[in-house]
């Protein structure tokens, strides 16, 4: 599982997030009835009964911040994709909501105790270096509120590699997006050298993402300033984190 240094793929920012591709062959898990799933989990497990100050970072269209506005609560959204960014605005717009969407890097976000809770979702950490997911974690906690939740999803690492996936190919209409994951144990990322095929053109979308166990994400949220309250399986409060690809982490400031 290993891949020699010269091998790895660089992250290519741009070309993964190409809003048109990503919404295509994401369409099913960022639906609105996942949507509406998870936002009934954050309203349920942080208690947003009051009208809060939340940041969503990482927020792309908008699609937990717009629905987050309408229950009342005062939504700031950042992300680094344009494309995206235009799209939430147009759903806040067309709902008559109002949300402060913001263009703007997580490791570069300066908020100070601004916000009741804050939200990094769908796999959004671990895309830097070990130093700048650490910075992303710290200027999360200066944002936060004392007393101030976290909530952050990520995969996990100990399950993964258990049953480790070298390929995977989505199928869409004559579409492909095709996954090929390589696990470098040095520096502890998933490298995919992902390549979508879509009306025959082929186009290369290289990332990797930096992937941890629950006792190196509840030492970082610790150095942080933060302590880690709950790490859930799925949102669906049911799967065992022992036994899900994926973990929820909820954090007290």
Not at 51 to 78: E, K, Q, S, Y
Not at 193 to 221: C, H, M, Q, W
Not at 222 to 229: H, N
């Amino acid at each position: 599982m290993n891949a020699t240094k010269n091998e790895l793929p660089e992250f290519d920012f741009e070309a993964v997030f190409e809003v048109e591709d990503y919404l295509y062959f994401y369409s099913e898990v960022l639906s609105n009835e996942v949507a509406d799933k998870q936002v009934a989990f954050l309203v349920r497990r942080l208690g947003l009964d009051a009208p809060a100050r939340i940041l969503d970072l990482a927020c792309g269209f908008g699609r937990h911040a717009n629905r987050l506005a309408a229950l009342g609560h005062h939504v700031t959204g950042i992300d680094l994709t344009p494309g995206f960014l235009e799209l939430a605005r147009k759903d806040a717009e067309a709902q008559d909501l109002q949300v402060d969407y913001q263009p703007g890097d997580m490791r570069q976000i300066d908020f100070d105790q601004v916000f009741d809770q804050v939200l990094l979702l769908f796999t959004a950490f671990g895309y830097f270096s070990d130093e700048e997911n650490a910075q992303v974690l710290q200027r999360i906690g200066k944002a936060l509120r004392k007393g101030g939740r976290f909530v952050f999803d990520v995969p996990n690492r100990d399950v993964i590699l258990k049953d480790f996936m070298p390929y995977f190919v989505m199928e869409k209409n004559t579409d492909l997006m095709i996954d090929r994951n390589d696990f470098d144990s040095l520096s502890g990322r998933m490298y995919n050298r992902r390549i979508v095929i879509r009306d025959g053109v082929r186009k290369d979308k290289p990332f990797f993402v930096r992937v941890y166990n629950p006792s190196e994400i509840t030492a970082l949220v610790e150095e942080a300033g933060m302590k880690i309250e709950n790490i859930l399986g799925d949102y669906d409060e049911e799967t065992p984190v022992g036994k899900s690809r994926r973990m929820v982490i909820l954090v007290r400031k």
